[in-house]
Each structure stands twice: as C-alpha cells, then as structure tokens.
C-alpha cells in the first residue's frame, strides 16, 4: 500500500490545572527475586533493561546474618525473569557500588567474617569478575555515588566522615571532602542535572539515627546542610528518580540487631524548593533494602529484610500516572480527532514531547509525526485524517516524553485504537449539497409558478362572479322596478273601483231617499 503524505497537526495547549488532591500511588508487587537478598549491592542498568542483585547476607545467625553470598542475580524489568551470572570474586554483604559509562559494575569493600578492601568489578558485556585496586579504608554499610569516571564512596567500618573516590583514569583511590558529620548506614545520590552529590540520614557516632541532609556541590567542593528529612532514619536506600526528585524508602530507626523493626515508609525531596515529602507506604516493610530508578518514571524496591527474614519481593512506584485519550476513535476521512495525555505526578512538568504513527490493520505504516509542547498542562494535539487515506482499523502508537522542572520522564509506549471509516469529499458533498439545493430551489420555484397560475384563476373566477352579481342585481333591480309600477296601478285601480262604489252607495242612498220622501208626501195627500 502506497505511503501518503504527513499528517496535519494543529497544536492545543492547556493551562495546568492544579490538582485538588495529592498524587498518591500505590506501591505495586513485581515478580519476586529467585533468593532472598539483603544487604546487598542492587546496581540498575537501564540500557539493557536489567538490575544486578549483588552478594548480601544469607540466613540468619541471632541477631545477625550467618554468611556473605557470592551470588549475582540479573532481574529483567520489563519480564520479572531472575538470573544468575557469574558469582562474585569473594562475597560480600553492606558493600556499595555503582555501575560505569564503560558498562562495569564496581562493588566496593564488604564485610565476609571481617571488613574487607576489595575492588571488585563485573564486565557486564562478556560476564566476567576483574580486581581493582583495594580501598585505602574499609566501608562497611557505606554508599556510593558515580560521577563519572569516579567514583565517591562513603563511610568506614562504623561512622566516619570520611569520603574516599576512585578513578577509573588510572585505578586509583584519593581522600574527598570529607561529610560534615560522621555518618553510617545512610544513602547516597548523585543528581547529574545539578551536577551535585547528596547524603542523607544514618547513624552517627553515637548509634543515632539522624534526620540531616548535606548537598555537595561538585563545582566548589563545598557541603551545604538543606533542609531535613521528615524522620530519623537509617539502613534505607535512596535513589533520583527520573524526574530530578531523590526517593529514600524503607529503613530503621535502629539498624542493628536484625530484630529491630524495619520501615514501610518512603520520603521524596524536591532540590527546587528543598523540600521532603511522604510517600505512601510499600506493601512490605524493610530495612537493608536495594532501590534503583527506572528512564519510564517507575522506583523498585528490592529484598531487604524485616525483623524476622530476608525477603525475596520487588515493588514498584510509579513516579507519573499517565493515561493517553483519543477522542472520537471512530472518525471519517477528511475530519479530525484529538489525542490528549491526562497525567499526575510527584514532580511540576513545563514541558512535553510527542512522538507518534499510525499503523492500518492491512499493515501499511505512515509517517512518524513529532509535536513539541512547550507550555505547562495536560498536552492535546488534533490529528487531521486525509480524505485520501483508507478506510481501516489503525492502531495510534505514541511515545510521550514529559519534562519536569528537576527531570525528564520518558513513558513506555502507549497504543489505541482509531476506526476510520469512509466518507464523501468535501467538493463531492458541496457539489452534492448546491445540486439538492437547486432542484429543490426549482421545485420551489415551479410551485410558486402553479400557484400564482392557480391565484390568477381565482381571480378570473371572482370577477365573473362579480359580473353575475352584478347582472343579477341589475335584473332585481328592474323586476323591484316593474313590480313597483304594477303595484301603483293596482292601488290606483283599487282606489278607482272604491271611488266608484260609493258613489253607487251614494247614489243608492239618494234615490232610497227621494222615494221615501215621495212616499211621505203622498201620505200628507
């Protein structure tokens, strides 16, 4: 099927809208790990989809764990599939490490029955163990931070201030900025967009745990105290995540014996306005625990321990909820749709990308569109379909890219669903609609025609009935004429007749008269 031209995109930017509600996720279970681990070193590899379970403490001893294992488990992301490689030159548990530009890992001192200064490096490409050279001091439940190509480890062998840093340059150790307080069991991060290294919590000289965050700017080589965490804590993990935000989670408020009580909770710290803030709750508590940081906006937490086990379980935070719409999914050649991304979030996004194709159901791929969202607010954009593109079942496959004020999170890809069904051209329809509107103009017209026809007519219908009318009154009006006179003359001849009658009366009377006067008179003879 032939390719057709791009799609034409119209940009829809939405003011943000704050929230009423906070955003609170739940914790998520994950595949659990093939063996417990703790104190472990948990290094995540992003490029290959992949996070290394290094050494920790096996089994349990009393108050402590029995042994150090060698074990090097490879924990797939995307799949929860667990896999050994190759073990460990010695185990180690409460070691620290982090994983190089040059695809190594470099797991750092340890305790196996004592301290140990080992450098032991993972190529993660053949799967082989190398040797660096030892630390100058020994950490035991310290951390470590990499900023390229070095190194920073922290702690000693109980707390310390003390800062050693490796250089991969030439596989050599040198003393740092020492911390501003004597600190074990605490966490470290590196946030590469501040170019700056932060430690948090852990206990300090005295077996306290501690509250403080120190900020170590890598330009001065100064530490800074910011503002401090919510509560006191210690044997936890911390991790920055995607989005520039640092997440501590798990710990203690006493890391050691092993029967302390182990946390649940989990704290985030925003850089731009140094400020911490609650997590919600995992599903298990723990201490000991490894946390490592996903590109797509997930925080894992793995293995750990309570106080009565080492645990095995994997959860995941969502650093974003986000949820693509398209609207309609149904949609005719030639007229439009709108994808919108509605999304909440630990961090304040500015910005957003969109990457995105359609792919028909007969299997014909169009053009990747980009669109560039350069305002706050819930991203939008109106795809316009081609009246020239077929009808079929498409699936929208997008790649969205959401910027933070402090990071960048980059969600896994999202697919739905578009119907495009067939419709008339435009110019057809125009074409169509102007032909109806004639005929039916014509139409209109032919019957304004009849009836004036129908009106003339009746107008020549009410004038020769007007005539009639008229003839009829002009023949009343005679015959009232004619019988008028007849009239007259019968009451003239009426009159005649009765004038004549009584001079018959008259007449009578006078001749009854002379009689009977004729009559007296011969009786006075």
Known sequence: MPMISALALMLLLVSAVPSALAYSPAWGAMTPLIEDKSQAVVIADNANDTVYIIGGGLGIAGAQFSTASDSVIAYNVKTGESSRVAPMTQGVRGACGGLGENGKIYVFSGFNSTNLATTQIYDIATGTWSTGTDIP??????????????????????????????????????????????????????????????????????????????????????????????????????????????????????????????????????????????????????????????????????????????LDNVESLDLVDATPALAPSLVGQGRSTVLTLDFDSYASQTKAYLAYYLKSESGAIYPEQNVHFAAPGTPSVIIDIPQSMPADNYTLIMHWTLIFETGTIALPEETVGLVIFQTVPLPDQISELNANLTAELNSQLGKIISLEDQNDQLSQQITDLQDQLNQTKSGMDGAMDLLEDKTDDAINAANSASTFAMLGVVLALIIAAVVIINMVMSRKK
């Open 137 to 310: 001091s020994v950490v035991f439940k310290g951390d470590c931070v990499v900023a390229w190509p070095e190194f920073y480890v922290f702690g000693w062998s109980g707390p310390d201030t003390q800062v050693q840093v490796f250089s991969t340059l030439n596989n050599s150790w040198y003393i740092g900025v020492p911390l501003p307080e004597a600190r074990q069991s605490g966490a470290a991060v590196y946030n590469e967009m501040e170019d700056a290294i932060y430690f948090m919590g852990g206990k300090d000289g005295g077996d306290v745990s501690r509250d403080t965050l120190f900020r170590f700017d890598m330009d001065s080589g100064v530490w800074t105290t910011k503002k401090h965490m919510l509560n006191n804590l210690t044997a936890f993990d911390a991790a920055v995540g995607s989005d520039g935000l640092i997440y501590a989670v798990g710990g203690t408020d006493i890391d050691y014996p092993f029967t302390t009580e182990a946390y649940p909770t989990g704290y985030y710290y925003c850089p731009n306005n140094d400020t911490w803030y609650s997590l919600p709750d995992m599903g298990s508590a723990r201490k000991f625990l490894g946390v490592v940081a996903l590109p797509e906006g997930k925080i894992l937490a793995m293995g750990g321990n309570n106080d009565t086990a080492i």
